[in-house]
């Protein structure tokens, strides 16, 4: 894949998104309703009954991708200019899969109180707030902080990742015919993705255990280097205290799930857990290790966050239908209902799972409507 094309087209087109008006502007009469004097009649109605914006105005249908550019895809702490690229691919997919206008918001600070206020601040033209590309531990305290202004805030890096997931891990233990209970599971990776991955598979699926892992090895109660986060996590991972490095976790495992940095995984690895495991290495662009070389070590699923292999699974899938059940549900915020009924929609759309397909198409825009769907049916 030639990617140095994608420069050539981001110039000549000045970048992914425009503003296209829903009123023709014609006559004077156009500029009237439009405008002045008319549109004082439509502020007025809003003023005595705020909840009238949602009826009258874009915020029924718009969500801010909000970025401080710390954590953008495998590129790190690039910053805010250097985020709008990524928004803006975000905002095309929201309107292209689910036909939710959506606008980038980056933001030239990486203060998570700033951020807070900020996203208060402009939260009444705004239906949604999908945070993006934020780095943990700040994206945990930023998103807690704004749930209860009114509308539902997301950090699609957590949440989305987590759904998917727990989808693609469904139909994967059907796959190889096994009991996710019956699994030990070893998440490889403790940000905001891990983090999700490991609280919603341990709260919806009940595995026989998880036991996570940061860049020091697995995360145990001997650890005396753990923040607030990793040591909540306890709370539900990590049953028999296991302890050690990535590759003790991985001794005797039935799924790897890796969101972490390329590389790290190899064929020999691989067989030191259970027969025919469950790989799903989505770091990006460079997985934790390439299918083929899962394979050689015996991998019976295998799933990359790429769109050049099968089982894709990334969060396309999930965050365009999500937010458009949340939109028209009008709903105020994303509940843990909301997040296991869009992961067994995903799942589920999928009528028979096999080693090669255990997920839908990312492009196929009839899986944004069955999420949506599954999120207009917890009201």
Do not use: W
Not at 101 to 120: G, S
Not at 306 to 316: A, E, T, Y
């Amino acid at each position: 894949m030639n990617c140095k094309r994608s420069l050539e087209l981001h110039k000549k087109t000045g970048g992914k998104l425009e503003i296209k008006s829903k009123f023709e502007i014609k006559t004077k009469e156009d500029l009237s309703m439009a405008y002045t004097p008319c549109v004082a009649e439509v502020s007025s109605a809003i003023a005595k009954n705020k909840k009238l914006a949602r009826e009258y105005t874009i915020k029924k249908n718009t969500v801010a991708v909000v970025s401080d550019g710390s954590a953008v895809l495998g590129l790190g702490n690039i910053g805010a200019e250097a985020s709008i690229p990524v928004m803006e691919g975000k905002a095309i997919l929201f309107k292209e899969l689910a036909n939710v206008d959506a606008f980038p918001i980056c933001l030239k600070t990486q203060d998570p109180d700033e951020i807070i206020e900020i996203v208060k601040n402009i939260s009444p033209v705004f239906g949604g707030i999908n945070l993006e590309d934020i780095s943990a531990p700040n994206c945990f305290y930023v998103e807690e902080k704004l749930q209860g202004i009114g509308i539902p805030v997301m950090h699609d890096d957590q949440h989305g990742t987590a759904i998917v997931v727990v989808a693609a891990l469904i139909n994967a233990a059907k796959a190889v015919g096994r009991k996710i209970s019956s699994m030990k599971i070893a998440v490889v990776g403790a940000g905001a993705a891990g983090t999700a991955i490991a609280k919603m598979i341990s709260r919806e699926l009940n595995p026989k255990d998880i036991a996570v892992c940061d860049s020091k090895g697995i995360i145990s109660k001997n650890r005396k280097d753990l923040n607030l986060t990793k040591r909540k996590l306890l709370e539900t991972t990590n049953k028999n205290d296991a302890q050690g490095s990535m590759e003790d976790a991985l001794i005797g495992a039935d799924v790897f799930i890796g969101v972490s940095k390329g590389g790290i995984l190899n064929a020999d690895m691989v067989r030191t857990m259970n027969n025919n495991p469950i790989i799903f290495a989505m770091a990006n662009p460079i997985p934790e290790i390439m299918p083929d070389e899962a394979k050689k070590g015996g991998a019976a699923v295998i799933g990359t966050g790429r769109s050049d292999f099968p089982n894709q699974i990334n969060n396309v899938l999930v965050f365009p239908g999500i937010f458009r059940g949340l939109l028209d549900s009008g709903a105020s915020k994303v509940t843990d209902e909301i997040k296991i009924n869009a992961a067994k929609a995903l799942a589920y759309y999928v009528k028979n799972p096999t080693a090669e397909n255990i997920l839908p198409d990312p492009l196929d825009k009839k899986v944004a409507a069955a999420v949506a769907g599954s999120v207009l049916g917890c009201y």
